[in-house]
């Protein structure tokens, strides 16, 4: 039965690159894969080269470690180091460089930093070590912001007072108004991301086609739903009618997931946020609402006000920013392959799994 489905659906995507191919017309399309999980897969199913050579595909900013601050890199390293403090972080914060260092190479000089799996194993952590300062690294899209709602309630309801969250949470709408009001991103319609989209809901990307006239949809992560909403994104250029496509319906809603955004609502309130490479963006971060002011590392402990020292040479060689934007490709930058590797990463676009630049190397090489 599994190699009858895996024919079958053998069958359906080289049908559906037939289908792309007969009606993309012969002017240049340029379609940015929001998310980073769009962009590895892309590659490693082989979907790229089914695609005509009049469809270009650029990776978007959908990658949470790539778009964290420099600043916020360097201060969680920072404080990492300090006799009191344990750092609660996500694996693939891990590798991020900062300025001089990275969270990995501190806590082989014995720094207490523990890699978590769910947002709760801070609340454990503190739990567990009360005469340690807990310090979770909050970083995420809409996708990560409702577990790490519910670690706060949780808490609150302990009264912990020994846990705290450095924020640094994303909202990605706001993210792509942002691209497409750049023109240097020429942006003929946006991949939207699935998980994501699974909470926001589809019609959160109305905005973008009313305001921009580009248009989006909704993808899984298979190569047929790629294909299936790369198909959609070239009938709206071809027909000139932009619009909302959901072609994850079997997961995302309209709305989204009330119950999520609900959590989301009582913890965070929208705010202006720092993206590595695209400034600040106006209403694209959450921040802690009152109630769990004293949760907020920032706040509480003073790190929103902290001086880090200026990059290392090397990183300023580093086109992340523009690899986000879809200006360069991956390969374009200097450093791609030569200084800058997944082994010895220069910049956040290299060091995860969902940054472009490591999926270009790992598929494409150098």
């Not at 997961?251 to 600040?280: C, D, M, Y």
């Not at 990059?311 to 523009?322: D, F, I, T």
């Amino acid at each position: 039965m599994k190699y009858v489905d895996e024919f079958r659906n053998k069958n359906l995507v080289q049908a559906l690159a037939r289908s792309i191919r007969a009606i993309t017309p012969a002017r240049h399309l340029r379609f940015m894969e929001v998310c980073g999980t769009h962009t590895q897969n892309f590659f490693r199913f082989g979907l790229r080269s089914l695609l005509p050579e009049s469809i270009e595909l650029v990776a978007g900013p959908g990658c949470p470690v790539c778009v964290s601050p420099q600043k916020y890199i360097d201060v969680a390293i920072r404080i990492a180091g300090a006799a009191d403090t344990m750092i609660v972080t996500f694996g693939d914060m891990m590798r991020v460089p900062g300025a001089n260092s990275t969270l990995e190479l501190v806590r082989s000089r014995g720094a207490l930093v523990k890699v978590a799996y769910s947002p709760s194993d801070a609340v454990a952590a503190a739990k567990s070590h009360p005469g340690k300062r807990v310090i979770f690294l909050a970083v995420g899209f809409e996708t990560t912001a409702p577990t790490i709602a519910l670690a706060l309630i949780q808490a609150k309801k302990e009264k912990l007072k020994n846990l705290f969250f450095f924020t640094s949470l994303k909202r990605i709408v706001p993210a792509m108004l942002h691209l497409a009001n750049d023109r240097k991103s020429f942006i003929d319609g946006f991949l939207c991301p699935g998980h994501v989209s699974a909470i926001i809901g589809a019609d959160d990307y109305k905005v973008i086609v009313a305001k921009y006239g580009i248009g989006c949809c909704v993808a899984g992560f298979e190569p047929v739903d790629m294909l299936q909403g790369l198909y959609a994104l070239v009938k709206q250029a071809v027909l000139e009618k932009p619009k909302i496509d959901n072609q994850y319906s079997r997961i995302v809603r309209p709305a989204g997931n009330r119950k999520a955004r609900e959590i989301i609502n009582r913890v965070f309130t929208v705010t202006a946020a720092q993206w590595r490479g695209l400034g600040s963006i106006p209403d694209s971060g959450l921040k802690l609402k009152k109630e769990f002011i004293q949760f907020d590392a920032g706040t509480a402990l003073g790190l929103d006000k902290a001086r880090c020292a200026p990059p290392a040479a090397s990183s300023l060689q580093c086109k992340c920013a523009q690899v986000l934007k879809g200006i360069l490709r991956p390969p374009q930058c200097p450093i791609f392959g030569r200084k800058c590797s997944p082994e010895n990463p220069i910049g956040p676009c290299m060091v995860s799994t969902e940054g472009a630049c490591n999926a270009y190397y790992r598929y494409q090489g150098k």
